[in-house]
């Protein structure tokens, strides 16, 4: 996305232990907005360490429904069981990012689109599935909104690139209002 969007960056991995940032916002309260916050933050200042000068991004969402946040899925028995509990219902992607620079965390954005999902069969979870196989382990929703996932909807709500895991026209305003992107 950012390539498409005209960006040039470098990507690099930070290793947080995001799965004891979640157990501990959850044990808690903390709301999932500030929880999404914390481990973009927390992903944003482990590269600035290492690159003191330059403009770090991190970003991270999680999807949160009635029945609570869900991670993504770590196999296609997961996947179903996950599709099988958002089948029929309204989702939130919170999708957090956060910039740091010289030591500082400079701005932080929080988007939060609805997805709602279809009452799918289990055929078409079949189908889906095994058309899909192990990409929908890489999504926290156990699916490609840019692929064929998006046949599992019947409304959607915010911005796509959000979706996608990155609040992109937020982020593109403030490089402009920083100057690292013309006005």
């Known amino acids: 996305m ?32 500030d929880t999404a916050l ?51 219902r309204t989702h939130q992607l919170v999708t957090a ?9 400079i701005w932080q954005h929080v988007a939060v689109p609805r997805l709602t999902m279809r009452d799918v069969s289990d055929s078409f979870l079949d189908v889906y599935l095994a058309a899909e196989a192990a990409a929908v382990t890489q999504s926290v929703g156990a699916y490609r909104i840019e692929g064929p996932g998006v046949q599992l909807f019947s409304k959607v709500e915010g911005e796509h690139a959000a979706i996608l895991g990155v609040p992109l026209l937020a982020l593109l305003g403030f490089l402009r209002q920083h100057g690292v992107l013309l006005s």
């Open 2 to 33: 950012l390539e498409a969007a005209g960006l040039r960056f470098e990507a690099a991995a930070a290793a947080v232990d995001e799965a004891s940032i979640k157990e501990a916002a959850q044990a808690e309260a903390i709301p999932a907005a």
């Open 38 to 88: 914390m481990l973009a933050d927390a992903k944003a200042e482990r590269i600035a360490r290492r690159h003191t000068e330059a403009l770090v991004i991190g970003c991270d969402q999680l999807l949160v429904s009635e029945a609570g946040w869900f991670d993504k899925p770590v196999d296609l028995a997961a996947a179903r069981a996950q599709l099988q509990a958002l089948r029929g």
């Open 97 to 105: 990012i956060v910039c740091h620079r010289h030591g500082q965390r």
